[in-house]
């Protein structure tokens, strides 16, 4: 766990800022042109939109550690966020009377939307892959049965990636 919130999140932020930069910087080259120069309300946009989705991440617990990956759940927080990021923006855009094209706006919000959900599906993968390989594990202690543990054990060893390990066992006879 302390490797996950030391390491592995801010990674995975930067990442994603990465991500959301990306998509603002094709947005603008694709509405403008690849020799067209960024006005400064893109670039406030830009400015905005990066330092606010780590913020609205650590404050909603968007990298916090789960186990078990619900899709559901998590492009709902995605959305929830990008959501929110959004009504920023567009608060922005609103009250500083910004000259912006919709579209640019829109292909910026379309395609930091799709990145991000991209780089969601791609941080699942690593963390299933670190997690099959004994990496980023946490330990269990099982009190049962001698017959329970092996079904539990086998259990544990077909599904790595859930990243749990067995280290202890207290046999109970009933």
């Given at each position: 766990m302390k490797r996950y919130t030391k390491v592995l999140v801010p990674l995975f932020a930067i990442s994603e800022m990465l991500v959301i930069a990306i998509a603002g910087f094709i947005?603008?080259?694709?509405?403008?042109?690849?020799?067209s120069q960024i006005s400064?309300?893109?670039?406030?946009?830009?400015?905005?939109?990066v330092l606010m989705w780590p913020v609205l991440s650590s404050a909603t617990g968007y990298f916090r550690d789960r186990r078990t990956w619900n899709i559901f759940r998590s492009l709902?927080?995605?959305?929830?966020?990008?959501?929110?990021?959004?009504?920023?923006?567009?608060?922005y855009?609103?009250?500083?009377?910004?000259?912006?094209?919709?579209?640019t706006l829109s292909l910026f919000l379309i395609l930091g939307y799709v990145f991000l959900i991209i780089t969601s599906i791609i941080r699942f993968q690593f963390l299933v892959t670190?997690?099959?390989?004994?990496?980023n594990q946490r330990?269990?202690?099982?009190?049962?049965?001698?017959?329970?543990h092996s079904v539990f054990n086998g259990w544990l060893r077909e599904n790595p990636s859930f990243g749990y390990g067995l280290k202890y066992f207290v046999d109970i006879q009933l």
């Open positions: 947005a603008s080259f694709l509405r403008y042109g690849i020799e400064v309300v893109h670039e406030a946009i830009l400015f905005i939109s709902t927080h995605l959305t929830f966020q990008w959501t929110v990021v959004s009504f920023i923006l567009l608060a855009l609103v009250l500083g009377k910004s000259d912006i094209s919709r579209l670190i997690r099959a390989r004994g990496m330990t269990l202690a099982f009190i049962g049965s001698d017959k329970e």
